[in-house]
Nanobody, 118 residues
Framework: QVRLVESGGGLVQAKGSLRLACDAF?????MGWFRQAPGKEREFIAA????????VYADSVKGRFTISRNDLKNTLYLQMNSLTPEDTAVYYC??????????????WGQGTHVTVSS
């Protein structure tokens, strides 16, 4: 199983920005980001294919978040702009198969906390 390590979480004010990173230790394919807010189920938010040529986003983040990858560094990114308190959650990096309405995760990261203050 591939080890995934997220970083970049923290506290940010509303309307601010934050960039998350996920370092992958092992071979990768399609990768994605999920988040889980307190008291809620884990939610798929974005994914990118192996080559980086195709991305998919949940409606809740489309236009505000951008997923990208740097395969030379074996790192996945999530640029988050125009953050709101509703974006407060633990953000998880994942490796697997991803479509907007279907996701199969083979490996999870440990998560990184993002808190957006109003």
């Amino acid at each position: 199983q591939v080890r995934l390590v997220e970083s970049g979480g923290g506290l940010v004010q509303a309307k601010g920005s934050l960039r998350l990173a996920c370092d992958a230790f092992g071979p990768t394919d399609s990768m994605g980001w999920f988040r889980q807010a307190p008291g809620k189920e884990r939610e798929f938010i974005a994914a990118i294919n192996r080559s980086g040529s195709s991305t998919v986003y949940a409606d809740s983040v489309k236009g505000r978040f951008t997923i990208s990858r740097n395969d030379l560094k074996n790192t996945l990114y999530l640029q988050m702009n125009s953050l709101t308190p509703e974006d407060t959650a633990v953000y998880y990096c994942a490796l697997g198969t991803f479509y907007r309405d279907y996701q199969k995760v083979d490996s999870w990261g440990q998560g990184t906390h993002v808190t957006v203050s109003s």
